[in-house]
């Protein structure tokens, strides 16, 4: 088994490889003048199993395109396996025709990466699990709320109150909970798909003079830990936390979540950012053993 070290992820490559004792492929990589996407493996993949690791976050298509050239490019040179490691796998939240006259995005993704030459994926809490049925080869996912979760235990916030953003998120609060402790529940939110509104509210909550750390898968724009952190000021939580494992973090989100009132924002470097405080390579070396093994 050989790791290829994805343009998008380097450092988590190198990370997982050498917790995972493995030899690594280096990418030469460059855009084209007019835009177009070029890579090059560096090393030997004949007859090796090969585990490229690259995350799809913004620019989604070019990481996409580069995954896809990846791994056409290791077959092309003689290994026996592709492993895509994507951790933060774009698109996957159209994983259902939401409104008439639209696809499923995260199936397309799943055959263009089939037809590139991808065997198997690995991916780290992705946003509905049923999304991994529109694959054709083997795919699973991994959960980063526990290494989340001791983040805050090594800070010295076990016992802290574990809060979901929303019931669909229930899961993962009680996996962080698992970890801290302390308690744990959920908002209620409602999105309108047209607008991209949503509401949402705390009722039944007791937080009052605890600290609470909202997690959550992803956090893009923001809007629903600012929303969920107006919600646990007002019932009296004495600290706002909140940490996920996809900080996409569009625009001036991490402002918006601190001016809301949160302390900190922590995510992982799944989306490699500054507040990529908890590294998925243990999480990633232990299911590459796993696969080795299995
Ligand atoms: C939604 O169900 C997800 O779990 C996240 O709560 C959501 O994608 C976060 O988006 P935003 O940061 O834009 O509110």
Same mark, same amino acid.
């Given at each position: 088994m050989k790791v290829v070290l994805g343009? #998008?992820? *380097?450092? $988590? /490559?190198?990370?997982?490889?050498? $917790?995972? =004792?493995?030899?690594t492929v280096g990418v030469a990589y460059k855009a084209f003048p007019d835009g177009e996407s070029?890579? *090059?493996?560096? =090393?030997?993949?004949?007859?090796?199993?090969?585990?490229?690791? !690259?995350?799809?976050?913004?620019? !989604?298509?070019? *990481? $996409?395109? !580069?995954? #896809?050239? $990846?791994? =056409?490019?290791?077959? *092309?040179? /003689? #290994?026996c396996k592709v492993t895509a490691v994507v951790p933060y796998l774009g698109y996957a939240r159209q994983d259902k025709m939401f409104l008439e006259g639209e696809g499923v995005s995260v199936e397309t993704v799943a055959c263009m990466l089939n037809a590139a030459g991808v065997d198997s994926l690995v991916t780290v809490n992705i946003h509905a699990e049923a999304a991994l049925k529109k694959f054709p080869f083997p795919a699973k996912t991994l959960s980063a709320i526990p290494l989340l979760a001791e983040y805050f235990v090594e800070k010295g916030y076990g016992k802290a109150f574990a809060l979901a953003p929303d019931k669909g998120a229930m899961y993962i609060a009680e996996q962080a909970q698992r970890v801290l402790g302390g308690g744990a529940g959920h908002l209620e939110k409602k999105r309108d798909r047209y607008t991209g509104q949503t509401t949402q509210t705390g009722e039944g909550l007791k937080v009052k003079g605890q600290p609470v750390i909202i997690f959550d898968d992803i956090i893009s724009t923001g809007g629903t830990i600012v929303g969920a952190a107006k919600i646990l000021r007002e019932l009296g939580a004495a600290n706002i936390f909140t940490a996920c494992v996809h900080p996409v973090l569009v625009g001036d989100a991490e402002q918006r979540i601190l001016g809301a009132g949160v302390d900190e924002v922590v995510g992982t470097d799944s989306v490699p950012s500054h507040v990529s405080k908890v590294s998925l390579a243990p999480l990633i070396a232990k299911a590459l053993k796993a696969q080795e093994s299995g």
């Amino acid at each position: 088994m050989k790791v290829v070290l994805g343009p #998008a992820s *380097r450092e $988590l /490559g190198e990370k997982t490889a050498e $917790l995972s =004792g493995l030899e690594t492929v280096g990418v030469a990589y460059k855009a084209f003048p007019d835009g177009e996407s070029y890579v *090059r493996l560096e =090393g030997s993949v004949r007859d090796e199993h090969v585990v490229i690791v !690259q995350t799809t976050s913004a620019p !989604q298509d070019s *990481r $996409l395109m !580069q995954l #896809a050239f $990846l791994a =056409g490019a290791s077959k *092309r040179n /003689g #290994a026996c396996k592709v492993t895509a490691v994507v951790p933060y796998l774009g698109y996957a939240r159209q994983d259902k025709m939401f409104l008439e006259g639209e696809g499923v995005s995260v199936e397309t993704v799943a055959c263009m990466l089939n037809a590139a030459g991808v065997d198997s994926l690995v991916t780290v809490n992705i946003h509905a699990e049923a999304a991994l049925k529109k694959f054709p080869f083997p795919a699973k996912t991994l959960s980063a709320i526990p290494l989340l979760a001791e983040y805050f235990v090594e800070k010295g916030y076990g016992k802290a109150f574990a809060l979901a953003p929303d019931k669909g998120a229930m899961y993962i609060a009680e996996q962080a909970q698992r970890v801290l402790g302390g308690g744990a529940g959920h908002l209620e939110k409602k999105r309108d798909r047209y607008t991209g509104q949503t509401t949402q509210t705390g009722e039944g909550l007791k937080v009052k003079g605890q600290p609470v750390i909202i997690f959550d898968d992803i956090i893009s724009t923001g809007g629903t830990i600012v929303g969920a952190a107006k919600i646990l000021r007002e019932l009296g939580a004495a600290n706002i936390f909140t940490a996920c494992v996809h900080p996409v973090l569009v625009g001036d989100a991490e402002q918006r979540i601190l001016g809301a009132g949160v302390d900190e924002v922590v995510g992982t470097d799944s989306v490699p950012s500054h507040v990529s405080k908890v590294s998925l390579a243990p999480l990633i070396a232990k299911a590459l053993k796993a696969q080795e093994s299995g």
